[in-house]
Every structure is written in structure tokens, then in C-alpha cells.
């Protein structure tokens, strides 16, 4: 089981103690989730379907189940979001059961492809949906808990409640809730994005059209109202802790003189060592004294409360599915009062700590948002100034003739030296744009160009 604990540095996501990856307070993980396109998951899926059962007649291909057919999809998902590097296997065992449940539905209700006896058949069933689960995730048909081909047998007669067994009651039970359409896959990860972005849009984008005016809550009441209650995600089990989880890092672990070292779990030794006699008896009452083989410990643990400078409880939530993390972190900004804007180059979410503030500080390519935007309004200004368009232009020329050897470096500095200085004459208006015309076309040819003496 995961659990996600915030800080005031932002969260950890962790499981058996251990910090799988955590998220400052800038929320980029969050921002470039909401920016990232996963509409190909449902084509890579259909491909990846294809090569091993017709999904007309659930005839299985023979198509060796290998790791690399689902790697695009696997790859697709972890850039998405830090969660899916660590639970992918999860979420794509989970995408294949429901759409094969899905199909089956679809296949019997809809197009009548299939007759309702055969998918009851576990002889059936379980070949057919564990030819399209990767062997990575089922090596030896071991699935993840609670995901194994029984789970999603027992979702499917669930499904379609097997007591009834005529076609007349199927379509009056459940077939009002199929889609006309043949089923795609990872529908449930692009509502999760597609939602996710509307609680961003809705409640804390500074730019968002007809809300200038509204506080943080007041917009939070509004999305309530538009949307409704059961988008809300609910039930999310919260723990409170009266002493923090002992939670590590791989920076944490080292090894010292050949023993294995983490000094999360050394501390935890020990408080468990300290408190162990408490443990191991019946519970302290306060109406009871203090047993006296517990006195020395009892003393020994108010002694070492005193030196503890912790100053506040610590809340942990229990994770099953990314929805819940990126509810809660939403909800940690909402109380915040946290301001977003997207940035004018990039189009993802920063915070907006100024309001004047255009672009956000990501860095691509060796460069940041806002440099990136000078770089393409410069462009911009010389595609759109007839004078720069045709000095660029020639440039452009000239520098292709150093690389190929017709023209020398020295010829192209001189050349470029008069050509700047002619262009700048064009822009103050010492001279029309005709003249500066004339001139280049002057020395178009590279015998021309070799005669150029700077002026």
C-alpha cells in the first residue's frame, strides 16, 4: 500500500517506508501532467491488442508475448507523471481487464457477436484476457494483488450479474450502459488528466476567463456547484500520526566499514527499543500508577520528549490510484490560496507569484521560458520587417558559401560588416530600403563579392 504525507516542502509518495519520489511546492510534476498529450495511449493499445486477438471474434493470434510491444505504452505513462514509474504495472493491468470486460459487454449487447454463454466459461475467459497482459507483469501468472485473472473474471460476472441468462433481461439489466461504440482503452488515465485539468482551470488559474474577481473559495464553491458531487473524490483514508513515519531515501542508505547504514531505519530502531517495554505489557491507564519495572523507562522517555523539537502531528493518506494523490495536492494549494498561470511560451502551469510575471522558469534546450520567447519575438520582428528579411535572407546565402568553401571567412565578415551597417541606415531612415535593395543584389555573385572593400 502507498501513502503520500505532506510537508511544508511539498509531499513524499512512499511505500514500506521507503520514499519512492517527492514534489516541491513549485507542483511542476503536476503542471507538465496536466501539459502532457496521452491521447496516443489508446491507439498504442489498440495496436498492441491487434498482434494477438482479433477482437471481432476473440480469436487469439499467434504473437509471442514479449516485453517490447507494451514498452511505448510503459514509456508514454512514466513520462506523464513520477506516479506511473512506480505503479505503471498497476495501471496498465488494470486498463487491460476493464477494456477486455468492456469488449466482452459491447461484443454481446451491441453488435451480438458473441452469445451470452461463452464468456461464463473460465476456459474460456482466462486465455484470452492473459494473452494480452505483458509476461513482464505475469511472469508465471503472478499478478499484483487484488489484479490477478480471477479478480477481473469475478468483475465481469459482476458485471453482468449472471442470474439472468436471457437476452431480453440482459438488455433491460445493464446493456442501457454500454457504449455504441467499440471500447478504448486508458479511458479512465485521460478523464484523470481531463479532470484534474478542470480543477486547476477552475479554481486557482489566475487567468481564467469570467473569475478575475472571485477569491480562491468562492470559485471552489462555484466548481461544486457546477460540477457534480460524484467528480469529487471521496473516502481517501487519512491517518493522523502523533510521531513522523520513518521514511528514507536512497541518499539516505550507505554503507560504513561493510555494514549496511540507514539512519531512517536506525532511528527507528531506536524509538522501538525505547518504547518496547511499554509494548510488550499491558497498557498504561491514567488511573493506574506506573508499574515500577516500567518507571526507568517510563523516565527515560520523558527525558528524551523534552529534547524533541517536533511541533505538530503529521497526516499520512492512503494512495490507490493517481486521482487521489493529485486530488489531495490540489487541495493543499486551494488551502494555500495558491495563484497559477500558464506561461506564454511553453502553455504549462507555474506558480504566480507576480502578477506581471509572463513565463515560467522551466529550462529546455540549454535556455529558460522567457529567453525562449525573446529568441522567437526577434524572429518574429525580421519574417516581419521587410529590411531584416532581406539582410537575413542574403545572410543566410553567404553563410552557406563559408561552409561550402566558395566564399572565405574573410570575404563574409567584410561583406558582413557593410551589409549591418546598411541595414542599420535603413531602419533610421538615412537611406530607403530601394538602395539597400540594389546593394545586395549588387554583390549576388561571389566574384562581386570577393571586390567588396568595407566603407
Known amino acids: 500500500m502507498a501513502y503520500v504525507r505532506?510537508?511544508?516542502?511539498?509531499?513524499?509518495?512512499?511505500?514500506?517506508?521507503?520514499?519512492?519520489?517527492?514534489?516541491?511546492?513549485?507542483?511542476i510534476h503536476l503542471f507538465d501532467y496536466v501539459a502532457k498529450d496521452l491521447s496516443c495511449l489508446p491507439k498504442l493499445f489498440e495496436q498492441y491488442v491487434s498482434l494477438r486477438m482479433d477482437t471481432t471474434n476473440f480469436k487469439l493470434r499467434k504473437q509471442p508475448n514479449n516485453a517490447d510491444d507494451f514498452n511505448a505504452i510503459k514509456v508514454s505513462l512514466i513520462a506523464a507523471h513520477p506516479y506511473y514509474k512506480h505503479e505503471y504495472e498497476k495501471v496498465i493491468l488494470n486498463a487491460i481487464g476493464d477494456y477486455?470486460?468492456?469488449?466482452?459487454?459491447?461484443?454481446?449487447?451491441?453488435?451480438?457477436?458473441?452469445?451470452?454463454?461463452?464468456?461464463?466459461s473460465t476456459d474460456w475467459y482466462y486465455p484470452r484476457l492473459h494473452s494480452l497482459i505483458p509476461s513482464p507483469i505475469a511472469i508465471g501468472k503472478n499478478y499484483p494483488d487484488g489484479l490477478s485473472l480471477s479478480d477481473f473474471y469475478t468483475k465481469w460476472q459482476n458485471l453482468i450479474n449472471h442470474k439472468f441468462t436471457c437476452e431480453d433481461d440482459l438488455a433491460e439489466t445493464f446493456c442501457l450502459n454500454i457504449s455504441p461504440t467499440i471500447p478504448a482503452a486508458f479511458t479512465?488515465?485521460?478523464?484523470?488528466?481531463?479532470?484534474?485539468?478542470?480543477?486547476?482551470?477552475?479554481?486557482?488559474?489566475?487567468?481564467?476567463?469570467?473569475?478575475?474577481?472571485?477569491?480562491?473559495?468562492?470559485?471552489?464553491?462555484?466548481?461544486?456547484?457546477?460540477?457534480?458531487?460524484?467528480?469529487?473524490?471521496?473516502?481517501?483514508?487519512?491517518?493522523?500520526?502523533?510521531?513522523?513515519?520513518?521514511?528514507?531515501?536512497?541518499?539516505?542508505?550507505c554503507e560504513e566499514n561493510g555494514h549496511y547504514c540507514n539512519k531512517a531505519i536506525d532511528y527507528n530502531d531506536k524509538m522501538r527499543d525505547m518504547f518496547h517495554p511499554f509494548l510488550a505489557t499491558s497498557p498504561l491507564h491514567a488511573r493506574d500508577d506506573i508499574p515500577e519495572g516500567l518507571m526507568a523507562p517510563f523516565k527515560s522517555a520523558i527525558e528524551y520528549a523534552k529534547t524533541n523539537k517536533v511541533g505538530k502531528f503529521y497526516e499520512v493518506y492512503?494512495?490507490?490510484?493517481?486521482?487521489?494523490?493529485?486530488?489531495?495536492?490540489i487541495t493543499s494549494m486551494i488551502q494555500s490560496e495558491i495563484i497559477i498561470k500558464k506561461c506564454e511560451n511553453c502553455g504549462k502551469y507555474f506558480i504566480r507569484n507576480d502578477r506581471k510575471k509572463k513565463y515560467c522558469d522551466r529550462t529546455a534546450s540549454g535556455t529558460t521560458c522567457a529567453k525562449e520567447a525573446k529568441r522567437k519575438q526577434n524572429k518574429q520582428r525580421k519574417e516581419n520587417d521587410p529590411t531584416s528579411k532581406l539582410y537575413w535572407?542574403?545572410?543566410?546565402?553567404?553563410?552557406?558559401?563559408?561552409k561550402s568553401g566558395a566564399l572565405s571567412p574573410n570575404q563574409f565578415e567584410a561583406w558582413h560588416k557593410v551589409a549591418n551597417e546598411k541595414k542599420k541606415q535603413v531602419i533610421s531612415g538615412e537611406i530607403d530600403i530601394s538602395i539597400f535593395k540594389d546593394w545586395l543584389n549588387k554583390y549576388e555573385t561571389i566574384n562581386k563579392i570577393k571586390r567588396l572593400k568595407p566603407q
Open 6 to 27: 505532506f510537508n511544508n516542502k511539498g509531499y513524499d509518495y512512499y511505500e514500506n517506508n521507503k520514499i519512492l519520489f517527492s514534489a516541491d511546492n513549485s507542483h
Open 100 to 120: 477486455f470486460n468492456q469488449l466482452l459487454t459491447y461484443s454481446i449487447c451491441e453488435i451480438h457477436s458473441l452469445t451470452f454463454d461463452c464468456p461464463l
Open 188 to 253: 479512465k488515465e485521460i478523464h484523470i488528466q481531463n479532470w484534474t485539468h478542470d480543477l486547476l482551470y477552475f479554481m486557482l488559474d489566475g487567468s481564467a476567463k469570467y473569475m478575475e474577481g472571485l477569491s480562491t473559495f468562492q470559485r471552489v464553491w462555484l466548481y461544486g456547484n457546477i460540477f457534480p458531487e460524484s467528480e469529487l473524490i471521496s473516502g481517501i483514508t487519512r491517518k493522523l500520526l502523533f510521531h513522523p513515519p520513518a521514511l528514507y531515501s536512497e541518499k539516505d542508505c
Open 393 to 402: 535572407n542574403e545572410y543566410s546565402k553567404n553563410y552557406e558559401r563559408v
Open 318 to 329: 492512503e494512495i490507490n490510484e493517481l486521482q487521489e494523490l493529485l486530488y489531495l495536492e
